[in-house]
């Protein structure tokens, strides 16, 4: 079933766009939310509060690409369970290393980064994605918006380790670089 199918079975708040959703997006929607959360019943869980949101949600919002939309409301629910879980405790390793390695590059400057300054950042670095080679944007994509594991990405894009976490540092350096062209570092 196509998405604009999927999204008009929920204007008509048929039931079944649920089950078609799942079908069509479910293995993954779990596989980013496991790889976020870690957990299995933690992905179960984000994908159940990411269908619901969407059903809420749709109509009145009519989203062009509903896998991407759904991917977005699963990587929220996963990113949301998983700070509610290690707020105060032990293995947030991965994650904190995907952010840490985002941050060295932008620095989280909390209050003083208004809106319009942190959509200009957004707004660079989707153009900067978008002079990417596929493969390195899905890779970067997957590392930084999906926060999977380099082991994982190396099985993924069939490369060593060694190669994925090389590969992510020339990003993140060419993202640098990109960012002071563009006057916002």
Known sequence: MTDQAIIALFEQRNEQTISESEQQY????RSVARDITGSAEDAEECLN?????????IP????KNYCAYLLRLVRNAAYNRYCAAHTLKRNAANTASSLDELA???PD??????EVE???????????LQELPIKQRDLFVRRYWYLTDTVALAKMFHMTESHVRTTLTRLRK????YLV?????
């Open 118 to 128: 942190r959509r200009e950042i957004i707004g660079a670095i989707n153009r900067f």
């Open 26 to 29: 479910g293995a993954l929607c």
């Open 104 to 106: 060295e590059i932008i």
């Open 60 to 63: 009145p919002a009519k989203p």
């Open 49 to 57: 509060d990411a269908m619901l949101a969407a059903w809420n949600a």
């Open 181 to 185: 062209k563009e006057g916002l570092l």
């Open 109 to 114: 400057r909390g209050d003083v980064v208004d």
């Open 174 to 177: 060419r993202l640098q670089k």
